[in-house]
């Protein structure tokens, strides 16, 4: 499935910023998140539009208005950065970031945020020392709840 997916957007030349893919609250759904910077005529051709509006076929767009999205980026910075200075815990505090693990030779850092954040984070982190950086694609809860049941309920209905 997920090879299909990126298919139809390589077809188009379509660069895919960030794609995650994870089960739904409903059973045998999966939700695929995809973020791609076209307009709305290109989305049209991605996801073709049927009777219902902006779905067909169980796929959705949404602009971002419609969505509350977060992404998660881990870094792993030099423990010596931490001694004799208070200037770090000051940053990782200041970016809203919290510390998963302490080992001798690192520590691993956590953020959540939208890509920016994420990413004003990794800059600081940069200049004072980082061995790695690793970000999540965009996850997404959409605020218009409306369509998205109406469509998971005809779902439901069609597999009775």
């Not at 999966?30 to 219902?52: C, N, Q, S, W, Y």
């Not at 767009?61 to 950065?81: S, W």
């Not at 200037?87 to 850092?109: D, G, Q, T």
Request: aromatic share 8%; no cysteine; glycine share 4%.
């Amino acid at each position: 499935m997920l090879s299909r997916v990126v298919s139809v957007f390589s077809r188009r030349h379509i660069n895919v910023e960030s794609l995650t893919t994870s089960r739904s609250s409903m059973p045998g759904i999966h939700r695929f998140t995809i973020v791609a910077h076209v307009d709305e005529i290109m989305v049209k051709l991605v996801v073709p539009v049927g009777k219902a509006g902006r779905r067909r076929k169980g796929g959705f767009y949404y602009e971002p208005e419609e969505i509350v999205y977060q992404e998660l980026a881990l870094y792993k910075v030099p423990t010596h950065i931490f001694s004799n200075s208070t200037s770090v815990e000051k940053l990782i505090r200041s970016h809203n970031a919290r510390v998963l693990e302490i080992e001798p030779e690192y520590i691993v850092l956590e953020k959540t945020g939208h890509e920016r954040e994420t990413e004003a984070f990794f800059k600081e982190l940069e200049k004072i020392g980082i061995y790695e950086f690793v970000r999540s694609g965009r996850i997404a809860i959409v605020k218009p709840m409306e369509r998205l049941n109406r469509y998971l309920k005809s779902l439901e209905e069609e597999a009775v």
